[in-house]
């Protein structure tokens, strides 16, 4: 068989042929630039986004002495943002010496407190209950404070730990042990 007997077509068939292929790559390429595009914006405005929920809960700080051996602890509780935050609840835990985290339950004088206004502090005394364990030493202890800011969502703010962390509607325990267990 002799290649001059093969018909390649014309000069301009081949010119749009290599043309057409170009077009669909061209198209194809813009339409996964923008798809990239599109992900890099979502991300951003998530983001920002998720910035903006924790702005009020930024603002609240906690700081804890604790008493005696272990079972008490104070906690001064200010909101320097300008809404108040509310069902302000203490917590206390610690890791037990087998390595787990133990949130006790807590006597009545650690309920919640209904409102904390803009601009206050509050101290409040978290005790662990009658007949629960106790921590292994007084220095194991650690606080942390549960609310709720102004726009509903609930947050949880510990003394050491740079930003709230979101609870996520969980009242057992399970956000505390979730921000304090590495994933």
């Known amino acids: 068989m002799r290649l ?12 749009a042929g290599i043309g057409s292929v170009f077009a669909t790559l061209l198209a194809v390429s813009g339409l996964l630039y923008e798809m990239h595009k599109r992900r890099l914006t979502e991300a951003r ?25 272990g079972h008490r602890a104070e906690l001064i509780l200010r909101n320097d943002s300008a809404a108040p935050i509310r069902t302000v609840t203490p917590v206390l835990y610690w890791a037990d010496t087998d390595g787990t985290w133990r949130i006790p339950r807590l006597s009545s004088n650690g309920s919640p407190q209904a409102v904390l206004g803009p601009h206050e502090s509050a101290t409040s005394f978290a005790e662990v209950a009658f007949g629960e364990p106790g921590p292994p030493e ?6 942390a404070v549960a609310f709720t800011d102004a726009t509903g969502r609930r947050w949880l703010c510990l003394p050491d730990a740079g930003s709230p962390i979101p609870v996520l509607d969980r009242s057992d325990g399970g956000a505390l042990r979730s921000a304090l267990d590495p994933a």
Do not use: C, F, K, M
């Not at 093969?6 to 010119?15: L, N, T």
């Open 45 to 69: 405005a998530a983001a920002e986004r998720r910035a903006a929920e924790a702005n009020q809960a930024r603002l609240v700080s906690v700081q804890a002495r604790v008493r005696g051996d």
């Open 4 to 15: 001059a007997a093969v018909d390649w077509g014309s000069v301009p068939d081949w010119i």
């Open 138 to 143: 007084p220095a194991a202890v650690r606080t």
